[in-house]
């Protein structure tokens, strides 16, 4: 079965920086796409980045702080992010687009001092 390991979330200050990582397994399309997704408490599934094979895109409400990679050898996609605020705490998804989409089960992040 298809199967997205994320890690690299937790809790981190104000300020520090976070890198995430989406690993995906069992999947048998070509990924076109792989990115991040975030979603806050009371609050709409947002943008943070994706990448196609070599172009990264960036949602409005982070830019400048993050940067997005792909090993598309290990089917793996890494957020490295910057400058965490509180407001960038949220459940963090991992999304691989093939011809469908597929998504991780997300892993929190906490900036908190």
């Known amino acids: 079965q298809v199967q997205l390991v994320e890690s690299g979330g937790g809790l981190v200050q104000p300020g520090g920086s976070l890198r995430l990582s989406c690993a995906a397994s069992g999947i048998i399309s070509s990924i076109y796409a792989m990115g991040w997704y975030r979603q806050a408490p009371g609050k709409q599934r947002e943008l943070v980045a994706t990448?196609?094979?070599?172009?990264?895109n960036y949602g409005e409400s982070v830019k400048g702080r993050p940067t997005i990679s792909r090993d598309d050898t290990n089917n793996t996609v890494y957020l490295q992010m910057n400058s965490l605020k509180p407001e960038d705490t949220a459940v963090y998804y991992c999304?691989?687009?093939?011809?469908?989409?597929?998504w991780g089960q997300g892993t929190q992040v906490t900036v908190s001092s």
């Open positions: 999304k691989v687009s093939t011809w469908r989409d597929y």
């Open positions: 990448i196609t094979s070599g172009t990264p």
